[in-house]
């Protein structure tokens, strides 16, 4: 091949390449939001597996555009029945996530993200992608050692604008829900939704139409959520994966990885105050955004968990009854609660704490 035909083709590539680019903004402005729902093998990123990914684009007036469903052979234990509602001849009629990748992209990259609770949901994408990655990467490997030329490209993480978590803003709203699975906030938010609870006729119903109607769901609530002017939203860049491989803000994962400088004086009182080294956890039932408690607890050098421990110290939460989750735990063993407003007060007056010993 001549430098001129190799010149030619080299054009005619970066031509289609732009083509190619021009098309897909296109795409991209006619339907800037992706609202996608998963169902999985367990509910920890690092150790669990997608069985089933469901995808809708919608307009900026909420009008569906592209819909896309698969079934995921995870090539390992799919998990119990009652997680996804696939038998396992199902399963493995499945497609492995690697094939799949690509038209993923194809829907997220550059768009609007929409999910519920997306520190799994994001969390499941960012692993199963990396996953999918590093295994096309090693049989590219294989393949240059047995000069096999020809290389495997799967795709590449989705490159969402930004990601919004429909049960973070539901949160931001105030609401209040001991489920918080994506028909019952909906129905919190005040919108027609299917019972959440098992029953007969929903083990009976296909997969395909439930999360279907999930992934509808949770579009719906971001538009009722966003007519409200609460959004709760974060870019792809300031997230990465706790040890489960759930997908956090960087605030919250640095929070939990600093030294502990200060002896832990034990259980809050209002007499005392707070004081350095008093371990925080930080529950979900708050209005306010929790990096910005979090900050608050590192900036001031009191110590953060993201788990009720013995040693807790206080549990930042705005509910004062019926309780749940890290609020309920605390409140059995004595651990006081304030709101994330009492605590933002208080935290301007911490004490100074004792060193802990080296």
Request: hydrophobic share 40%.
């Amino acid at each position: 091949m001549t430098n001129k035909d190799q010149q030619e083709r080299d054009k005619a590539r970066a031509q289609r390449a732009a083509e190619q680019a021009a098309a897909r903004k296109a795409e991209s402005e006619k339907a800037p939001y992706v609202a996608l729902s998963v169902q999985a093998s367990g509910i920890h990123p690092s150790t669990s597996r997608l069985i089933t990914i469901d995808a809708v684009t919608f307009t900026e007036q909420g009008e569906e555009v592209d819909h896309f469903f698969a079934v995921l052979n995870p090539e390992s234990n799919p998990g119990p029945f009652h997680l996804h509602g696939l038998s396992s001849e199902q399963i493995k009629e499945g497609k492995r996530y690697s094939q799949i990748l690509k038209a993923l992209d194809r829907l997220i990259d550059g768009r609007t993200l929409l999910v519920h609770n997306a520190e799994l949901v994001w969390g499941f994408i960012v692993s199963e992608s990396k996953r999918a990655m590093s295994n096309a990467a090693r049989a590219n490997r294989s393949r240059n050692r047995q000069r096999n030329r020809r290389r495997q490209r799967v795709g590449h993480i989705p490159k969402p604008v930004t990601i919004v978590d429909t049960l973070a803003t539901a949160r931001r709203l105030g609401l209040t829900f001991a489920d918080i699975r994506i028909r019952n906030v909906a129905t919190q938010l005040g919108l027609e939704a299917p019972d959440a609870r098992a029953s007969v006729a929903r083990a009976q119903a296909d997969t395909t139409q439930l999360t279907r109607e999930d992934t509808l769901l949770v579009a719906r609530m971001f538009f009722v959520e966003h007519a409200q002017g609460v959004v709760a939203s974060t870019s792809p860049e300031d997230l990465r994966a706790d040890r489960f491989g759930l997908q956090r803000s960087n605030i919250r994962v640095d929070a939990m990885e600093v030294p502990r400088v200060w002896e832990n004086p034990g259980i809050y009182t209002k007499e005392r105050g707070l004081v350095q080294g008093m371990e925080v956890v930080v529950a979900p039932e708050i209005t306010m955004n929790p990096d910005r408690i979090i900050q608050a607890i590192v900036r001031t050098e009191l110590a953060y968990n993201e788990k009720i421990t013995r040693a807790s110290s206080l549990v930042v939460c705005n509910k004062s009854e019926d309780l749940t989750g890290k609020a309920m735990h605390g409140d059995r063993k004595g651990i006081p609660l304030m709101t994330d407003e009492e605590f933002l007060r208080a935290v301007e007056h911490v004490k100074p704490g004792k060193p802990a010993e080296t």
